[in-house]
């Protein structure tokens, strides 16, 4: 049986990302093949397909580290054909094939179950985007960070993290600050409960080691002098989660925030987390996110477009979330 992927090869003829159709004897091994019925494309993805920094470890690869579908064969206890599925990282889309495909076969335990009532469409309009979106918000809730206890600062809030991560705090309550480059979201990011928007060029310059103390939270998703920034002005025992490095993987701060206010800088990861919690922020998504404002974040593409869709994240250029559907 053939099936049709978004592949990177690089060789003698360099490298190169195209739409191919593979035959299913080149999946690599695995316990589980699940027929893929939706995809979505991450920063990390567009990193991949771009060529912008090196994400792919193996060639030929078939990129996408996230899918939703539907189990077609399993040699596994835990999955049977018919179950519906989703995958999130475990170097899927980095170090063994990925999602941005008609096709996967995987291992049985990077799988989950689809949390009812979730579609196919709407766990890849979360995807690992508003899956580390429930990461950061978990993270902020485990360090004691409540409702009505002060600003949260949300950075990147037109990406796929910073609007799932805005959405799910403003509906527990939260008084969300978003940061955004692209001011002409501002009615987007009321729209999903930020109550103020401010311009990242007032956080994405080199800042001082200490600032007026504003944050009792932040989520940060660029890195760089803006997560910085971002933790020389949190509160007194506040708490940041880091994310993402969209602007850089520098840290160009301080120890001041920490040793003299009592910040927490909380890493949150993705791909590697243990199963019990990445079930648990699985959970929480599927009873707790507005499933209508999800329909405003995300935008459904099909496999053909890709390519210059990635090209356009890495730009900067998109909002919100992107849904591939791998069968269109």
Same mark, same amino acid.
């Given at each position: 049986?053939?099936?049709?992927?978004?592949?990177?090869?690089?060789?003698?003829?360099?490298?190169?990302?195209?739409?191919?159709?593979?035959?299913?004897?080149?999946?690599?091994?695995?316990?589980?093949?699940?027929?893929?019925?939706?995809?979505?494309?991450?920063?990390? &993805?567009? =990193?991949?397909?771009? !060529?912008? /920094?090196? #994400?792919?470890?193996?060639?030929? %690869?078939?990129?996408?580290?996230?899918?939703?579908?539907?189990?077609?064969?399993?040699?596994?206890?835990?999955?049977?054909?018919?179950?519906?599925?989703?995958?999130?990282?475990?170097?899927?889309?980095?170090?063994?094939?990925?999602?941005?495909?008609?096709?996967?076969?995987?291992?049985?335990?990077?799988?989950i179950p689809l949390p009812a009532p979730l579609t196919t469409r709407q766990a890849m309009a979360i995807g690992t985007a508003g899956y580390t979106s429930m990461l950061c918000v978990m993270a902020l809730e485990d360090h004691g960070v409540e409702p009505g206890g002060g600003e949260i600062l949300v950075t990147g809030a037109s990406g796929g993290v910073g609007s799932i991560a805005i959405s799910l705090l403003a509906k527990r309550g939260y008084t969300v600050v978003a940061?955004?480059?692209?001011?002409?979201?501002? &009615?987007? =990011?009321?729209?999903? !409960?930020? /109550?103020? #928007?401010?311009?990242?060029?007032? %956080?994405?310059?080199?800042?001082?080691?200490?600032?007026?103390?504003?944050?009792?939270?932040?989520?940060?998703?660029?890195?760089?002098?803006?997560?910085?920034?971002?933790?020389?002005?949190?509160?007194?025992?506040?708490?940041?989660?880091?994310?993402?490095?969209?602007?850089?993987?520098?840290?160009?701060?301080?120890?001041?925030?920490?040793?003299?206010?009592?910040?927490?800088?909380?890493?949150?990861?993705?791909?590697?987390?243990?199963?019990?919690?990445?079930?648990?922020?699985?959970?929480?998504?599927?009873?707790?996110?507005?499933?209508?404002?999800?329909?405003?974040?995300?935008?459904?593409?099909?496999?053909?477009?890709?390519?210059?869709?990635?090209?356009?994240?890495?730009?900067?250029?998109?909002?919100?979330?992107?849904?591939?559907?791998?069968?269109?």
């Amino acid at each position: 049986m053939s099936f049709n992927a978004i592949v990177i090869r690089k060789d003698e003829s360099g490298y190169r990302v195209a739409k191919e159709e593979l035959d299913e004897s080149t999946l690599p091994e695995g316990d589980v093949l699940v027929a893929i019925d939706h995809s979505t494309i991450n920063y990390k &993805d567009g =990193l991949a397909i771009t !060529g912008k /920094a090196p #994400i792919a470890r193996i060639f030929p %690869l078939v990129t996408g580290i996230d899918f939703a579908g539907t189990v077609r064969e399993s040699a596994s206890g835990d999955f049977g054909p018919g179950d519906r599925v989703v995958l999130n990282g475990w170097g899927v889309g980095e170090t063994h094939w990925g999602g941005l495909s008609q096709l996967a076969r995987v291992k049985a335990d990077w799988l989950i179950p689809l949390p009812a009532p979730l579609t196919t469409r709407q766990a890849m309009a979360i995807g690992t985007a508003g899956y580390t979106s429930m990461l950061c918000v978990m993270a902020l809730e485990d360090h004691g960070v409540e409702p009505g206890g002060g600003e949260i600062l949300v950075t990147g809030a037109s990406g796929g993290v910073g609007s799932i991560a805005i959405s799910l705090l403003a509906k527990r309550g939260y008084t969300v600050v978003a940061s955004t480059g692209k001011t002409s979201e501002a &009615d987007y =990011l009321k729209l999903l !409960g930020a /109550a103020e #928007i401010i311009d990242r060029a007032t %956080l994405s310059q080199p800042g001082k080691p200490l600032a007026k103390e504003r944050w009792a939270g932040v989520i940060d998703t660029v890195g760089g002098a803006t997560l910085a920034n971002a933790c020389a002005a949190t509160r007194y025992g506040g708490v940041v989660a880091a994310c993402g490095m969209a602007q850089s993987l520098d840290f160009p701060g301080s120890v001041a925030p920490f040793i003299l206010r009592g910040v927490t800088l909380a890493g949150v990861d993705s791909v590697q987390c243990p199963m019990p919690r990445r079930l648990k922020a699985w959970e929480r998504l599927a009873a707790e996110l507005d499933l209508d404002q999800l329909e405003a974040i995300a935008t459904e593409i099909g496999l053909d477009e890709v390519i210059p869709t990635a090209q356009q994240l890495i730009e900067g250029k998109v909002r919100g979330r992107i849904v591939v559907d791998v069968n269109r």
